[in-house]
């Protein structure tokens, strides 16, 4: 009989790498930057296309301490937060009155359906008709795109629960609401925080449509003001900036999940 | 002990009886005009553990569904206890509950904790009251599903074939477990199953559904527990699985080896 080779199955403790994983995900980003600076230094990349990541956090520091950054900031975050506290509690309550009830599906579904073919940034130059240009205009603006996210996600969240935990709750004698309570909603919470996080996007989306078309403050106008000078580096810390506050909701709501989704027998990757 | 029975086809009028957990008079189910169950008599007095066996697609768990109340587009009167209890063959678990909640779920009232951790301890469970329903084996998890069932002090406790779906060693465990609850508890149970062992192990009557109706039934004269090996229990074997349509030497052998 010939000799069979043989090979020792490698425990997958010993091939993980010592590094922890959040510096393993910086490298990628931090390398992109490196890159940046090198091609603004070497003078492939002139600073009235593109100012160098050095000009930009200058750029930034500078607008942080005469406050000019702080206070933008506060007034986009805040329009961001009014939009999806209204379009959340619009787009969930319409969720649930069509996800729980055949009537209120009828009644709810068509419409919503019809509403959201609609470019929801086409809708500016009619909220500014009819809102002005004030901060009304920019919510209802956020408060729209939100609202489709939810109400799909929420909506479908509540028809995917599995029919058998239904059955069950049934069998243990839970009445409507109870059901609804322990059963449904809990079986939604996977499709409503895909929901969020869907509409936290759209939601910054808004603000920089509803801001650089009209506004005498916040982020937007930053941007705005800047193009008409040529200022790329404001710009740019604009933009820098939109992104964080992106980062920080989607932290946010991975936070919630975990918190909130523990339960959940998926995978989670290797 | 009485049993409250009410009438599922009109939950009005109510019925108490002495001795009976479940009687069914001429019931009808029909999917899309084929009559699954078809004009069905049964009687199971209380306490009584019943057995119902049948090739699959015969109605047994239509029939345990009627009994539970999932299914009500029947005719034909059914009565059946206040108090009763559904175990699936998957154990249905919320996962999003942990597993004492799950246990207490649709109890009256606002039942402590300390109620689910009696129901778990009693079922081998104590250590797992904390858990996730992810993190339980699938034996753990038929328990507590079973640790839900009693916890609701059922008169009649349905069972539909809750040991499918276990290993052959967790599956002699759990069949213990349930002749032991059952003989604690006293309550009729309806053990919907297609293991014919299993069902002389554990009941009292065997019952074989077929056309729609109960086609035949035997009575297990013999104490718990009980020896597969015991020739009243293999003869009684041999019959069911004649029965049922299995060639009986040939199928004993196929099963030993299954």
Redesign the interface.
């Known amino acids: 009989m010939s000799p069979v080779l043989l090979e020792p199955v490698v425990p997958l403790s010993a091939r993980r790498r010592s590094v922890p994983r959040w510096l393993r995900r910086t490298t990628g980003p931090l390398f992109l930057l490196v890159l940046w600076q090198v091609c603004s230094a070497t003078g492939v990349l002139p600073s009235d296309m593109l100012a160098s990541p050095g000009t930009i956090a200058g750029t930034a520091s500078g607008m942080i301490q005469d406050g000019t950054l702080p206070h933008a900031m506060l007034v986009s975050v805040q329009r961001v937060l009014n939009g999806l506290v209204i379009g959340g509690i619009i787009g969930v309550a319409l969720a649930l009155l069509s996800g729980l009830s055949r009537l209120g599906e009828d009644l709810v579904d068509a419409s919503v359906q019809m509403f959201r073919t609609i470019p929801w940034v086409g809708m500016i130059p009619l909220f500014i008709i009819w809102m002005g240009i004030g901060e009304a205009p920019k919510i209802a603006l956020i408060a729209l795109g939100v609202t489709f996210h939810l109400y799909l996600n929420v909506y479908a969240g509540i028809r995917g629960v599995d029919a058998?935990?239904i059955?069950?709750?049934?069998?243990?004698?839970?009445g409507r609401w109870?059901l609804i309570r322990?059963?449904v909603l809990?079986?939604a919470?996977p499709g409503a925080m895909t929901g969020l996080r869907y509409s936290l996007a759209t939601a910054w989306l808004a603000l920089v449509f509803g801001e650089t078309i009209n506004a005498d403050d916040g982020i937007g106008f930053l941007l705005n003001r800047a193009r008409e000078f040529f200022q790329t580096d404001v710009i740019v810390v604009c933009l820098i900036v939109y992104a964080a506050l992106g980062l920080l909701a989607d932290f946010i709501v991975r936070t919630l999940e975990r918190l909130l989704l523990?339960?959940?027998?998926t995978f989670t990757g290797k | 002990m009485a049993t409250d029975l009410h009438r599922q086809v009109n939950p009005l009028t109510k019925e108490t009886t002495d001795d009976t957990a479940v009687r069914v008079d001429s019931l009808t189910r029909s999917f899309d005009g084929r009559a699954v169950i078809d004009n069905l008599e049964l009687t199971i007095p209380q306490g009584e553990f019943v057995a119902l066996l049948g090739r699959s697609g015969c109605g047994k768990s239509t029939l345990l569904r009627v009994l539970?109340?999932?299914d009500r587009e029947i005719s034909g009167e059914v009565l059946v206890p206040q108090r009763k209890?559904?175990a699936?063959q998957?154990p249905?678990l919320?996962?999003?509950?942990k597993v004492w909640r799950n246990v207490l779920?649709?109890l009256?009232g606002r039942p402590g904790r300390e109620v689910a951790e009696k129901a778990l301890e009693e079922v081998g469970l104590g250590h797992r009251t904390d858990a996730?329903?992810?993190t339980l084996s699938g034996g753990e998890a038929q328990r507590a599903s079973l640790a839900?069932a009693l916890v609701?002090e059922p008169d009649l406790l349905l069972l539909d074939e809750p040991f499918g779906a276990l290993d052959a060693l967790t599956r002699i465990t759990a069949q213990r477990l349930v002749s032991d609850l059952w003989q604690s508890r006293g309550c009729a149970v309806l053990l919907v199953t297609h293991d014919v062992e299993e069902a002389l192990l554990l009941a009292d009557r065997v019952l074989v559904m077929d056309g729609g109706v109960i086609a035949h039934e035997i009575r297990v004269d013999r104490d718990r527990p009980r020896d597969i090996a015991d020739p009243y229990i293999a003869d009684l074997r041999t019959q069911l699985l004649d029965r049922l349509g299995v060639e009986a030497p040939e199928a004993a052998e196929v099963e030993k080896v299954a």
């Open positions: 058998q935990l059955e069950a709750g049934n069998s243990l004698g839970l109870a322990h059963v809990p079986g919470l523990q339960w959940r027998p | 539970a109340g999932l209890a559904v699936f998957a249905r919320m996962p999003w509950k779920l649709g009256p996730w329903p992810k839900r609701r």
